[in-house]
């Protein structure tokens, strides 16, 4: 593909064809992942650079090529040419001007841009009215680290894009696994916090409800509040109102007013 072949080079090569060096002859040509090239490759492309010039597969003739190499990679180089898994003379033909790009979980700054981005391109590929991202769906993103990098975030939105049934995109329409994740991120120490303490407990409801239509009545917060202490509790009600600051009448008397929301309360 690098190089063309001539016809009749192998089974199934009915033309001849260019390969993307000559396609790219005064261009640019990017190599994407470099550093999974194999070795036989390397060599091939370090010759196209030195020598300016490429034959096709089954060819005998030289093509002169002038073309810009910029490449890529995710893996680090300097140690690959130190494992002898990597060309040291083409490391340093391609290394004339690198520039690091950071992993976008220490961009943050970029995730509502990019996000925003990806949004109105999935809206387009879905044939669905523009949507929006809610703050506290951006807000869960921006905790969370994206190992798969900016290729993951396009894929967190395309899903979101094809599960919201409404104009603006919330928690719920992201995937499970990295709202857990993010969650999971930020309960630990130096990353955010956890969500214990009045400050903590803020932020967590800032995530949860962005928009008076999400929040829900107070009656339905206390009995989940009151059902959270009971399960830490094992059911031990004198534990679980000494942890919510009531007497044990107090508790008993919420379980009695909650009533219908008593099923909450469940082990």
């Known amino acids: 593909e690098l190089f063309g072949h001539e016809k009749g080079a192998f089974t199934g090569a009915i033309a001849t064809k ?17 550093g999974e090239m194999p070795l ?8 196209a650079i030195q020598e300016r010039r490429i034959e096709r597969v089954g060819g005998t003739k030289a093509i002169e090529i002038d073309v810009r190499i910029i490449s890529a990679t995710h893996r680090n180089l300097l140690n690959m040419v130190k494992a002898h898994s990597f060309r040291e003379d083409l490391y340093y033909r391609l290394a004339v001007f690198p520039v690091h790009l950071p992993p976008l979980r220490e961009r ?27 703050q506290s769906a951006m807000r869960m993103l921006e905790r969370y680290a994206f190992p798969g990098n900016v290729r993951e975030l396009q894929n967190i939105i395309s899903h979101a894009v094809v599960v919201c049934s409404t104009s603006k995109i919330g928690i719920s329409d992201l995937p499970l696994s990295v709202v857990e994740a993010a969650r999971t991120l930020s309960s630990q120490p130096g990353e955010g916090g956890s969500f214990h303490g009045e400050a903590s407990l803020e932020q ?13 009545d107070l009656e339905r917060v206390e009995a989940a509040l009151l059902a959270r202490a009971l399960r830490l509790a094992d059911g031990n009600v004198v534990q679980a ?7 044990r009448a107090t508790v008993y008397r919420r379980i009695e007013r909650l009533g219908g929301k008593a099923h909450l309360m469940g082990p």
Do not use: V
């Open 18 to 34: 260019k390969g993307r060096f000559e396609l790219a002859n005064w261009g640019t040509i990017f190599l994407d992942e470099i």
């Open 204 to 216: 967590a409801f800032e995530l949860l409800f962005q928009t008076l239509d999400e929040l829900p």
């Open 241 to 247: 109102a000494k942890a919510l600051g009531m007497s």
């Open 108 to 134: 943050i700054g970029d995730i509502a841009l990019l996000a925003n981005y990806f949004l109105a391109c999935a809206c387009m590929e879905e044939d669905k009215p523009l949507m929006t991202m809610s």
């Open 40 to 47: 036989h490759l390397q060599a091939k492309i370090l010759r």
